[in-house]
């Protein structure tokens, strides 16, 4: 369980950023991995998101990625000091939305709490 004392020493690591998964190394993914896989933790169990919503296999698929590394930046840029008051409430607009996509992927990719389904390989 991620306490808010947990999420405290999480802000350290994230920066109000917006990143680009394309264009980082290979050595940079896997930490921004790492970093996203605290946040995902905390808002799964923050907002009580069943595998449905967020599948465990999450980090191995690229569209899920990018979605939750945005909400991420979301959150993390809607509860700075010099924050908006209107600025969480957008968070959780965007979060409602978000789910909604994240279950369509999820629908699509066939994964489930206990199997990973790998996304099929375009054809040439």
Do not use: N
């Not at 998964?21 to 921004?32: F, G, H």
């Not at 996203?36 to 990625?65: F, M, N, T």
């Not at 509860?79 to 939305?97: A, C, G, K, N």
């Not at 990719?109 to 199997?115: F, M």
Request: charged share 25%.
């Amino acid at each position: 369980m991620i306490g808010d004392e947990s999420l405290m020493a999480l802000d350290d690591i994230f920066d109000p950023q917006v990143i680009c998964w394309r264009s980082l190394t290979a050595r940079a993914v896997d930490e921004q991995l790492a970093a996203l896989a605290d946040w995902v933790g905390w808002a799964v169990e923050r907002y009580q998101l069943d595998h449905k919503v967020i599948p465990p296999c999450w980090a191995q698929h690229g569209s899920l990625v990018e979605e939750l590394s945005a909400l991420r930046s979301l959150w993390d840029g809607s509860f700075q000091d010099d924050s908006s008051p209107s600025d969480p409430i957008t968070f959780h607009r965007e979060l409602d939305l978000a789910q909604r996509r994240l279950r369509e992927w999820g629908s699509r990719l066939g994964c489930s709490r206990t199997t990973h389904r790998p996304e099929p390989t375009p054809d040439p």
